[in-house]
């Protein structure tokens, strides 16, 4: 079974300082991995997503997450944060023999103080 | 840009009270998908669809739920006999053939069984 830990429940920062959401995955194959954000009363956007290809991988809004297999995390980050990216953040992972069914973390709320 | 809608956005229904969740996914999507989210856990997967039958299940879909696609347009799920622990988010998303595990979602239905 494959799972995915997020660290964090909550995270503040204030606007212009470093975003940094922290994801950690279980999987006994490699998994796919993604970060999908939910702005109140909004559906689920994919971020960005990790499929086996760069481990460095760019998404929208100037969010960026590193695959790193030795330490099984898959932290998201942003250089400068923006009010507009107060939301709740989702790491999730594709489940073991299933390229379809998606398991989401717990999530992390991200506030940024003006 | 193509969103996926879903209607209502909130429900209220009596225990025993049959439900229906309407989902219109991207227009050129061929796999459709419901989630759940009870209030303060994690997003949970129910369900995946393609060419009009059920590709996957989790242990929640039990025979009091069941999918369909109508008319082409629409994708529903029904509850057959609602329970207070159905009470949840509900998410519709949806993906091309093309753009593996890239999944579209929803806003969500808000279901509250009393």
């Known amino acids: 079974a494959q799972s995915v830990t997020q660290l964090d429940s909550h995270v503040s920062v204030s606007e212009g300082t470093p975003v940094l959401l922290r994801c950690n995955y279980s999987s006994s194959y490699s998994p796919s991995l993604f970060w999908y954000v939910q702005h109140p009363n909004k559906g689920l956007q994919l971020l960005l997503k990790?499929?086996?290809?760069?481990?460095l991988v760019k998404g929208i809004n100037g969010f960026e997450a590193e695959f790193k297999k030795s330490e099984t995390s898959f932290h998201l980050t942003k250089p400068s944060a923006h009010m507009s990216d107060a939301a709740e953040y989702f790491c999730?992972?594709?489940?073991?023999?299933?390229?379809?069914?998606?398991?989401f973390g717990s999530g992390t709320q991200l506030t940024v103080l003006p | 840009e193509p969103e996926v809608t879903q209607t209502p956005s909130h429900q209220v229904t009596q225990m025993g009270q049959e439900v229906i969740l309407r989902c219109v996914p991207i227009?050129?999507?061929?796999?459709f998908y419901w989630y759940r989210q009870i209030l303060g856990q994690k997003v949970e997967f129910l369900v995946s669809f393609y060419n009009n039958e059920i590709s996957e299940k989790s242990e929640i879909f039990d025979d009091q739920f069941s999918v369909e696609r109508p008319d082409g347009s629409n994708f529903t799920l029904k509850i057959r006999s609602t329970k207070l622990e159905d009470s949840a988010m509900y998410f519709c998303?949806?993906?091309?053939?093309?753009?593996?595990?890239?999944?579209?979602f929803g806003p969500g239905t808000r279901l509250t069984v009393t």
């Open positions: 227009s050129n999507h061929l796999y």
């Open positions: 990790y499929t086996s290809a760069a481990t």
């Open positions: 999730v992972v594709t489940i073991s023999g299933s390229a379809r069914q998606l398991t």
């Open positions: 998303a949806s993906s091309t053939q093309g753009t593996v595990y890239e999944q579209y």
